[in-house]
């Protein structure tokens, strides 16, 4: 008997649908309320570029003299280096006011919109700089907001009631 195929992806463009907020205080990570995530900024309208944001573990090798196959199993969790690329406003009312160095709080990505019961990741952060990209070439004045990520982000939590529609 052939193994169940799953179910194919309904596939999508995150543009449009994503969102980000950057959300000052989270009492659980693991378990955000509506009240906490709309008192947060969704910041999603002025970024360029997203880099980081996913967990990887090392591979802690487990040799033995049985055999001459060395077998691995998980180790140390850890968050890549993160930031986010946002645009620079000519006036200078951006998000070097929302996010000033050492700021703290937490970063919600919504990959699917700001849905009920859809998956989100909460990063704990502090915002390690926030640097000036400079360039003579065709592109808009951007910032780049560096983050540490303080301790283990609560990834794929069930969105809580209310918010709105597809992408919100």
Request: glycine content about 8%.
């Amino acid at each position: 008997m052939p193994a169940t195929p799953m179910s194919p992806s309904t596939r999508f463009f995150n543009a449009a649908i994503t969102r980000v907020v950057f959300v000052p205080e989270i009492s659980d990570k693991f378990a955000p309320t509506r009240s906490e995530l709309d008192a947060g900024v969704d910041v999603s309208a002025d970024i360029a570029e997203l880099t980081g944001w996913q967990v990887t573990s090392e591979q802690v090798q487990t040799p033995d003299l049985a055999t001459r196959f060395t077998s691995s199993i998980p180790g140390r969790s850890t968050a890549e280096e993160s930031s986010i690329t946002f645009y620079a406003d000519r006036e200078g009312e951006d998000i070097r006011e929302l996010l000033p160095r050492d700021t703290q709080g937490y970063v919600v990505i919504m990959d699917h919109g700001d849905q009920s019961g859809l998956p989100a990741d909460v990063y704990p952060v502090r915002v390690a700089s926030v640097g000036k990209m400079r360039s003579v070439g065709e592109e808009a004045a951007r910032l780049e907001v560096q983050f540490s990520i303080l301790s283990e982000p609560a990834e794929n939590i069930t969105l809580p009631a209310s918010g709105g529609g597809e992408g919100n």
